[in-house]
């Protein structure tokens, strides 16, 4: 596509219950990240995903968060039983490796209720 | 550690004022520097990069230059717009092309006709 494609656009969840987040990364980006963006935290690097690589998870904030990168293209972030303090937005971002530019998708919005 | 500290805001000018937003910056070897912008209902957007001391950023006639013996790299525009009008986030990229980006709070701007 275009550009990095992310959906739900928004997302209201029950605290406890699981969401899943997708992104579509620009086609041919071999290299896909997940960052957050919370009030309180700014934005923050989440994981990353480069080729056949095992992924950098590095910034995954607790065990109830994982995601996984299908036949190298869409990615899906799993956050399991919600918490409140999940609520933010979720931005997926996209580049070829060692390009110095990533394009970032809309986010999704979870709240968590 | 990597840390990226900018400007508090929110910052309100008139149009056609000069515009600074300050960022100073923590890292370990030499890392590649960003301003990226998200205006409102869109997502984050490069502005401007510098990848090594002494470089100088510029597009949609903002600049920013890479000093290192002062660890910033302040964002300047010299006449803004309404257009102008935006968040502004200061970034490091402490592995050049790795893009585990380490942004700072961001900057709310807002230009005033």
């Known amino acids: 596509g275009a550009g990095v494609s992310q959906s739900p656009s928004n997302k209201v969840t029950e605290k406890g219950k699981d969401v899943e987040l997708r992104c579509d990364p620009i086609s041919g980006h071999t290299a896909l990240y997940w960052y957050r963006q919370s009030l309180g935290q700014g934005l923050e690097f989440l994981i990353y995903f480069q080729g056949n690589s095992a992924p950098d998870k590095s910034g995954l904030p607790s065990d109830r968060f994982s995601a996984e990168r299908t036949g190298g293209s869409v990615s899906t972030l799993t956050i399991q039983r919600t918490q409140q303090e999940d609520s933010a937005v979720y931005l997926c971002a996209s580049s070829l490796w060692g390009q110095i530019e990533a394009f970032f998708g809309q986010g999704t919005r979870l709240t968590v209720v | 550690g990597n840390s990226v500290t900018q400007m508090e805001g929110p910052v309100t000018l008139s149009e056609e004022a000069f515009l600074t937003i300050n960022c100073t910056y923590t890292?370990?070897?030499?890392?590649?520097l960003f301003w990226y912008v998200q205006y409102p209902g869109e997502g984050l957007q490069l502005l401007l990069k510098?990848?090594?001391?002494?470089d100088k950023g510029s597009n949609k006639g903002f600049e920013a230059t890479y000093r290192k013996e002062t660890t910033s790299f302040h964002l300047e525009k010299g006449s803004v717009q309404v257009s102008d009008s935006a968040v502004y986030f200061c970034a490091l990229d402490p592995i050049q092309g790795a893009q585990k980006l380490v942004f700072g709070q961001g900057t709310r701007l807002t230009i005033n006709p």
């Open positions: 510098a990848t090594k001391a002494d």
């Open positions: 890292a370990t070897g030499y890392p590649s």
